[in-house]
């Protein structure tokens, strides 16, 4: 993604996050950064990557919880087993 100085930092060494990120991308959820950070190369440059645990949680809660009370415009079966 283009993050590559960040590789031997160890605050960034659980990517778990990031590749979550990056999954919600493909699967065309909007994605914000509470740190301003984006892709900065490959096919998803200038999007947006999530690196906190908490805000990617908290969003994927508020996912569920759109998806268990109204429509939603795309396929929700792509994330919903996510959020349970």
Known sequence: ?????????????????????????????????????????????GRAIEISQKRLSDYLSSIRDALATGPVPFDASLIYPLTR
């Open 1 to 45: 993604m283009g993050w590559d100085d960040l590789i031997s930092n160890t605050n960034y060494s659980n990517t778990c996050v990031t590749r979550t990120s990056y999954a919600l991308q493909k699967a065309a959820f909007p994605v914000k950064s509470g740190a301003g950070m984006n892709a900065l190369k490959g096919v998803n440059k």
